[in-house]
């Protein structure tokens, strides 16, 4: 409980300050609760500095990587968990490799290879940039949970003439829904939140997404508090309600496995 209410303190007096008038965030008096609350930081962001269009951008991008996440990310989990073949651990040792490496390291030659293939500044580039440094997790978690489907169902299936194709998409994958789950909320949550690639590949305003947004309340003669606050609220809310929507699967998903029968 006392590790829980440290780590609300800050979220609490993010929301408390994102509705106080810049009279009170400015004065040196500190009051708990807002004297005169006022929505006029959340108006602001929308109205000067297009609130909106972050939220189009990272929420369209979040999600697609979600959905390519799981599109590649779960048939290369299943063959990596049921299929034996030259080079497979090496190959997931790789998969492996690739996750500890980090981001920085290989985010400019990922930007000089973009630059050349044109896809700075694009949807496509960011997409794609975020698929390949979430999906080595995607993959490493998907393959625990296929490892704990039990492999006689596979084969019960294939005896009564079911592909390999149909194994995966009617026999595992439904059984693993709250794997998929937490693996789809890790996702969206580390691509939602992820300033790195962002600031590096968006080359353009229309592709801009929210953390790289939060930076443009720092302005040349001081930080416009108010609005920042608004609108770190305004990112913070979206992936709450992901997180609320999904927490019996999320749940389901990161302890299924730890108790071998």
């Known amino acids: 409980i006392a590790v829980v209410i440290v780590m609300l303190i800050p979220i609490v007096w993010l929301g408390l300050t994102s509705i106080r008038p810049i009279v009170e965030i400015s004065s040196v008096r500190l009051n708990i609760l807002p004297q005169n609350p006022t929505l006029q930081n959340y108006i602001t962001v929308f109205e000067r500095y297009d609130m909106g269009m972050y939220l189009k951008t990272t929420t369209l991008v979040s999600l697609a990587v979600v959905v390519t996440n799981l599109l590649i990310g779960a048939p290369a989990a299943y063959a990596l968990a049921r299929y034996s073949f030259f080079g497979g651990r090496a190959l997931y040792g790789s998969i492996i490799f690739f996750r500890m490496i980090p981001p ?94 962002t600031l590096v590949l968006s080359t353009k305003t229309q592709t801009e997404m929210l953390p790289l947004g939060l930076t443009k309340f720092v302005l040349e003669y001081g930080v416009d508090w108010g609005s920042m606050t608004a609108a770190g609220m305004i990112m913070f809310i979206p992936t709450l309600l992901f997180v609320f929507i999904a927490q019996r699967y999320l749940i389901q998903g990161l302890t299924m496995g730890g108790v071998k029968d």
């Open 104 to 197: 920085i390291a290989a985010i400019v030659p990922l930007f000089m290879l973009f630059e050349q293939v044109r896809l700075l500044g694009t949807f496509s580039g960011l997409i794609i940039a975020h698929t390949a440094f979430k999906l080595p997790v995607t993959i490493w978690l998907l393959r625990n949970f296929f490892l704990d489907v039990p492999r006689d169902l596979d084969d019960s299936a294939r005896v009564d003439g079911a592909s390999t194709l149909r194994v995966l998409f009617e026999i595992a994958l439904p059984l693993i829904q709250p794997g998929l789950a937490a693996t789809a909320v890790l996702a969206f949550l580390w691509t939602w939140n992820d300033l790195l690639v």
